[in-house]
């Protein structure tokens, strides 16, 4: 029996379907992602230029928008655990350019930015207080990287509330065996899996749908 | 370049090591996932057997132990997010054997039972309090699944503060592709990963130490 | 300067108003606190027959509807630091009917029973997620003591996102000082004050609008 | 019966005592919080001035150390419910003066400094996982407002698993009526009451202890 063949039979996979109120989540795409010699490489550009296309989705519609970046302490005050797993963290600071979100993403005011120091976007953060206050019901998750922040960020959404879909072409990894392993996991047990093209045609049809009423 | 060389390069992967106070916390090894017609398989049942004997040091040292079963009321009215994705969890309720712990698991009078509804300990569970009471900074991580309920613990439990220590053959999944692609992600980025073996003769010779002074 | 002045000149007590998705809480109304031999007392009984006619309303509207209870194992495994401060709570333990809903205000199948062990319904429970999944952007807030576990309860609301509204008459402290202090800590800082009388008259005039659309 | 007298007769108050590992938390000792004209007056200078002393006992003997401020975006996209009740925050950005720590208690490098957007220290940020890295079992309180941000941090402190000692004159509030009120609340359920010479004498005879060891 094929590995996805053991899920089916146990019912996993099931569809969350959009809701009523989705919100756009772009994790992590800051320069530091973007660069091979720090954390990027792999799929994670390909996903950047991606995002940028459905960012103008989500602008043009209105919708809320986040975007998350991972930023410690210059004076060391804030290290943590993940820290320790991963030192190279400790250069992202305010003040390096690595920590910026890459500059086809640039925010606009009145976009959210989460500041964060672990993988997820819920964890030690507010996050979820403008999630509930948006009254959003639906987290379409981009960024990176696939098996990292975005995978946690996405467990947390699910369990926050806030049904998950995975934009596969907006999600990039270093590695590319990380990355299909995650959308894998996720696909059965955390979220919908749809790709861009997919969620801006549903985004507009109800947009036009809820103009017409 | 190797998958793992990227990581390598990128200075993934570094040891926590252990700290003073570990725990032991046993994630769903409840009759539901020991059952391959329920939401068992793979190498689930071999990791249960293993886990008797490190269950029995970490009593036999009198260190803190918490078991996880996932339970859901009979009448639906914690229906959550996590349940649409896996229809199946609705029967995981209170007073069906499928959500109890295993025979070979049994707890004792005054180990934690944490009751979840989520794929992690620490989501919507006060599991992080206790071991915050109980001055804990490492937790020893079995259970069930790899890509599931015990990733999501151990990525929490790095996020919360405690140092997590995977035992790669104390945990299991219904497929091995999942449970090998979790191992590298958190060996990388969220745990330390060690045997039962290795992880018994470090807490005893701890324990030997401790006598000692 | 009368004391509330200084919060007035300061800008404090504007009006968070009722959203587009009310939820009714009612804090910990169980047997214990109703008995004043244990922890009741004060104006609690006549809160308890206050909220009797708001669970109606809510009932009869549809709305959802959310009971805690204080729930500590009988073997002492989850004791914690509340229960430090507080020994006597080592007795709500599931069998006792001291830690039952009172019968005025049985549950029916479907409302969400929260079994907590510290004084916010939000805090190591998963609260929060049945909020977010609901769509609900107030709390109707109800239950004792007014300035213990209610409180605590409206407190964690307006952080995690959700308009707390305290129902003055459904609110009870075994002792009058403090429940009128947190009447005015709530009203300056965190809550919506009003009467059970106001409460049911915005709701059922939502209502009707609704039905007229 | 006094009102005291009612919390005695049900077993309220107890003593939590110190632990093993304290830590200080300073919780909004900002210059707008210092401001009659602003968030400040009653007795916040007094408590100001009192910290001085204790801040600096906790340097000397070398404990964690974390300051909180409220900051918010100037843009507004972190707008939440808790400035809704109290729009004046909304001023409360990092280039504001106001926002920036009081000049007799300038955090030095490596003390913790914890941006956030609610009442509690914990709410939305990462406090708690740096008090359970640091293995710390009992938060020293000190700061502002007692009835409000204090209390807040306080109720959470106790529920994360960390005991609170509420520092009693090194708290302070606009008003003294909720001063005095919440004093009463905490001691009977959230925390022990010290003086800030009770507290110096109490850490200085550990360290005396543990030096002799």
């Known amino acids: 029996m094929a590995e996805s063949d053991i899920f089916k039979a146990q019912g996993f996979g099931q569809k969350l379907g959009l809701g009523e109120q989705p919100a756009l989540v772009i994790v992590d795409f800051v320069n530091g992602f973007d660069d091979p010699a720090l954390f990027g490489g792999g799929n994670i550009h390909a996903a950047i230029e991606e995002t940028v296309l459905l960012l103008k989705t989500f602008r043009a519609l209105g919708l809320p928008i986040a975007h998350t970046r991972t930023v410690f302490a210059a004076d060391g005050s804030d290290r943590n655990l993940f820290m320790m797993k991963v030192p190279a963290l400790a250069g992202m600071t305010e003040d390096n ?36 206050r948006n009254r959003v019901d639906t987290l379409i998750a ?23 879909i995975l934009v596969t072409d907006c999600v990039g990894d270093r590695a590319l065996g990380p990355h299909h392993a995650s959308l894998f996991d996720m696909g059965q047990k955390y979220a919908d899996l749809m790709t861009r093209a997919e969620v801006t045609a549903a985004l507009t049809a109800d947009a036009r749908r809820a103009a017409a009423e």
Chains 1, 2, 3, 4 share one sequence.
């Open 97 to 132: 350019p690595a920590s910026h979100i890459v500059p086809l993403l640039t925010p606009v005011a009145g976009e959210l930015i989460v500041k964060k120091r672990d993988a997820s976007a819920f964890l030690g953060t507010d996050f979820s207080s403008w999630l509930a």
């Open 142 to 164: 981009t960024g990176c990287t696939t098996s990292g922040c975005v995978r946690a960020t996405v467990v947390d959404a699910l369990g926050h509330g806030y049904r998950p």
